[in-house]
């Protein structure tokens, strides 16, 4: 919904609500070291996975500030993003709390999505939104990113908490080839009609910490490298990521380092006007730990590394033709690995429950809409 008062002043109102039911399968559930009883082996229930409501004030044609709160998965409702935005030409400056820009996927709407969720890839290093101020040089093909940050998730992360920084670095660019530029990737999806078009995009992220209060006394690298590519009625992307953490040695606890990454390709097709079709797959390998585990690694690694994969199929029905407001969608995910031995974090977000040895499925209906 926008609402124009002149030729300068602009309110923009939108919103999204996800609300999903799911049951989650575990072969091997794991069993209480306290009470020694086994957890059932079946989890199911509806949820409201998401709910948002955003704000855009356009104060001139070149300053206007946003605004986000919602609530993921039953949480409490916060501030997701909340910046100035400046624009003059090619330029931007945003100020304020905003998404970093590092995986592909993560810039992309839940409801823009093709399953009902990011995957475990994003689950594991996923930025979520911090406090500082980024830098964009936009033309049709290319784009660059360059911005400082307080560290990874401390505005706002659907799964995975803070990392709070000293300082931290980001930087993403991305070029894109074909008839629609960079403005044919905004979505995952591409329908019938849709130009052929590829992107190929990058990004690092550098943190250090330790010497101011509440930062974690840790150095954080992450890069990343994505290709997306689409035509008519179909599209794919292919993305990987690199992770390490690492914290020196103090009088009470020894260095350690953690270095691990993860692969997904994911992609769909319309098979008519409203029906989509989709598949993905996705890796996180088991991690190299040396040492103490740093204070910024997932902390339900126990026992030894493990590697958890992802398979997942699913459709999409829309019922507005060619638009994405509101659509009725099913998803099916097989998850091959132990959790408590893998960097995947279990969540009722992204329907993965603790399990020790075996694999579990999961099965979801979901309700979308956006305005």
């Known amino acids: 919904l926008v609402v124009r008062v002149d030729d300068w002043f602009t309110l923009t109102l939108g919103g999204l609500l996800q609300a999903r039911y799911t049951v989650n399968y575990r072969t091997e559930p794991p069993t209480d070291p306290v009470t020694l009883e086994r957890e059932k082996q079946v989890a199911q229930g509806f949820d409201a996975a998401r709910a948002r409501a955003d704000l855009g004030i356009g104060l001139t044609e ?14 409490d409702f916060s501030f997701q993003k909340a910046y100035i935005d400046l624009k003059w030409k090619y330029f931007r400056i945003l100020a304020g709390l905003f998404m970093q820009p590092t995986i592909a996927e993560d810039l992309i709407a839940p409801t823009d999505l093709y399953f009902f969720d990011y995957s475990i890839v994003d689950n594991v290093y996923a930025p979520g939104s911090s406090k500082g101020a980024m830098f964009t040089y936009l033309r049709e093909r290319f784009l660059i990113n360059a911005g400082v940050s307080d560290g990874l998730r401390t505005g ?6 803070a990392a709070n920084a000293d300082y931290a670095i980001t930087v993403r660019t991305e070029y894109a080839w074909g008839e629609a530029g960079l403005r044919g990737f905004n979505t995952l999806t591409a329908r019938r009609g849709t130009p052929f078009g590829i992107r190929l995009g990058g990004a690092l992220h550098y943190q250090d910490g330790g010497r101011t209060q509440g930062s974690l006394p840790a150095r954080i690298g992450l890069g990343t490298v994505d290709l997306s590519m689409h035509g008519s009625g179909w599209s794919l992307m292919l993305a990987g990521v690199v992770g390490q953490d690492a914290t020196d040695a103090t009088s009470s606890n020894e260095a350690g380092e953690l270095v691990g990454g993860g692969v997904s390709l994911v992609g769909g097709y319309f098979v008519s006007k409203n029906v989509h079709l989709f598949g993905r797959y996705a ?52 998850f091959l690995g132990r959790e408590t031995g893998s960097l995947v974090p279990s969540s009722p977000l992204n329907s993965i429950q603790p399990n020790d040895t075996g694999s579990q499925f999961a099965w979801r209906v979901q309700l979308s809409g956006k305005f």
């Open 62 to 75: 070149f300053v206007a500030l946003f605004m986000r709160i919602g609530v993921a998965a039953g949480g």
């Open 156 to 161: 706002f992360s659907e799964i995975r908490d």
């Open 283 to 334: 890796v996180v390998p088991k991690p190299r730990i040396q040492g103490a585990l740093p204070p910024a690694a997932p902390d339900q690694i126990i026992g030894p590394p493990s590697t958890f994969q992802s398979f997942g199929i699913g459709f999409s029905y829309f019922f507005i033709p060619g638009r994405d407001n509101a659509k009725v969608s099913s998803d099916f995910n097989y």
